[in-house]
């Protein structure tokens, strides 16, 4: 690539992880929030908290990236323009071809990153999601030992704490177990843990007493203990298999479902409405590349003509990737629909491109262009004399 090509190139993708990471983050935010009963109601700390959000990073990547190239093409494009970069490529006699070349190779990259996270890496991490979902679900401290609060977990057993730090220890912890027949057990200790050994879930107890009172005699002796471990694994519930979402599913599993899957079976419209959407994905960035290039690549001489361009670079991508989302509702009651979700990207390309190697548009796509530019610049001096007031002329 030649010294220019490079330079936008690094532009592009400099801007562009800049975008993606701004968006992920403000979408990454407002998903957390809605898992936040992990710690505040499921006991959870605020590492595991991040740890199990983040699974879902891979999948908003998927969906923000597109938008994210659309920033950065924008952006990039737009202030070549402004600082007359393009104006004195234009001028210098060189063809379009030398801007043209790095956007393609950084839609086809972006693109690429779509195809990855699409058919592999978002699947995966939403179904490690859906594990950690489950396996919190079952954990005896998250929905059993509550600070400040008497539990009784089965029959004759209770448990207390007075309080759980971000680490998992357990302060003030107090067991009563009155299941055996002619023993009560009171266990008190300073603080304890609870861990998994040799296949095995023990509450590790440290620097307290047990107390045992016979209920034939009413004795009562005391022990007192630096560590004690209580067997807790008899308590844990069975955690039951998670059912897999299709966009919680591997490729080969949309494709080819067990027989024995009645949730498959059940819902099939959707495997196939999944299948053929991450298929499809990976096409918009190399539309909205072309799309933009075909709004923003020339030099414009005019201010108006320059905003319209923009305005239109924005728009026109965002329309094409809401038919994208309206033609993936309608598989469910029109099947065919499914061949939409590669229409309306390579339409979008297709017609890009022909803007762009075009010489000459159609007369009536001019005047539209040419009216919206009267508009706009209507537009632009009405809001320039209310933005000045009723004196803003005067001197």
């Known amino acids: 690539m030649k010294t220019f090509e490079r330079y936008v190139l690094r532009r592009l993708t400099f801007t562009f992880m800049a975008s993606l990471a701004a968006l992920a983050g403000v979408v990454w935010a407002t998903q957390a929030l809605r898992e936040l009963d992990l710690v505040t109601s499921k006991g959870q700390t605020i590492v595991q908290f991040i740890g199990i959000t983040m699974l879902a990073m891979p999948f908003l990547l998927l969906i923000v990236a597109p938008f994210a190239l659309l920033i950065a093409l924008i952006l990039v494009l737009n202030a070549l323009s402004q600082d007359s970069e393009l104006i004195v490529i234009s001028a210098?006699?060189?063809?379009?071809?030398?801007?043209l070349r790095p956007v393609i190779v950084f839609s086809a990259a972006v693109s690429l990153l779509c195809?990855?996270?699409s058919t592999y890496i978002s699947p995966a991490s939403l179904a490690l999601l859906r594990n950690e979902v489950a396996r919190v679900r079952v954990d005896l401290v998250a929905n059993i030992v509550k600070p400040g609060r008497f539990i009784g977990v089965e029959d004759g057993l209770t448990f207390h704490i007075r309080n759980r730090s971000g680490d998992g220890q357990l302060d003030g912890l107090m067991l009563h177990d009155e299941r055996a027949e002619d023993t009560i057990f009171t266990y008190e200790a300073a603080r304890g843990h609870i861990i998994e050994a040799a296949d095995r879930t023990l509450l590790v107890m440290q620097d307290g007493t047990i107390q045992r009172r016979s209920r034939g005699s009413g004795a009562i002796s005391i022990i007192r203990f630096q560590s004690y471990a209580f067997d807790l694994s008899n308590l844990i519930p069975e955690a039951s298999a998670p059912v897999y979402k299709p966009s919680e599913?591997?490729?080969?599993?949309?494709?080819?479902?067990?027989?024995?899957?009645?949730?498959?079976?059940?819902?099939?419209?959707?495997?196939?409405?999944?299948?053929?959407?991450?298929?499809?994905?990976?096409?918009?960035?190399?539309?909205?590349g072309m799309i933009v290039f075909a709004?923003?690549?020339?030099?414009?001489?005019?201010?108006?003509?320059?905003?319209?361009?923009?305005?239109?670079?924005i728009i026109v991508p965002i329309l094409l990737r809401t038919a994208g989302f309206g033609a993936l509702t309608l598989i469910s009651s029109v099947p065919s629909a499914r061949f939409a979700l590669y229409a309306v990207p390579v339409a979008g390309f297709l017609i890009a491109v022909w803007f762009n190697l075009a010489s000459s548009h159609p007369a009536w796509l001019e005047r539209i262009h040419d009216r919206l530019e009267q508009v706009t610049e209507r537009l632009e001096s009405f809001l320039s004399r209310r933005s000045a007031g009723p004196t803003g002329g005067a001197v």
């Open 249 to 288: 599913r591997s490729m080969a599993e949309l494709m080819w479902p067990s027989p024995d899957d009645r949730y498959a079976a059940e819902k099939r419209e959707r495997f196939v409405a999944e299948l053929h959407d991450r298929l499809s994905q990976p096409l918009y960035p190399l539309a909205f």
């Open 115 to 117: 195809a990855v996270l």
């Open 295 to 313: 709004f923003l690549g020339n030099a414009r001489t005019t201010r108006q003509s320059r905003n319209l361009a923009l305005l239109a670079a």
């Open 92 to 99: 210098s006699g060189a063809s379009r071809s030398i801007l």
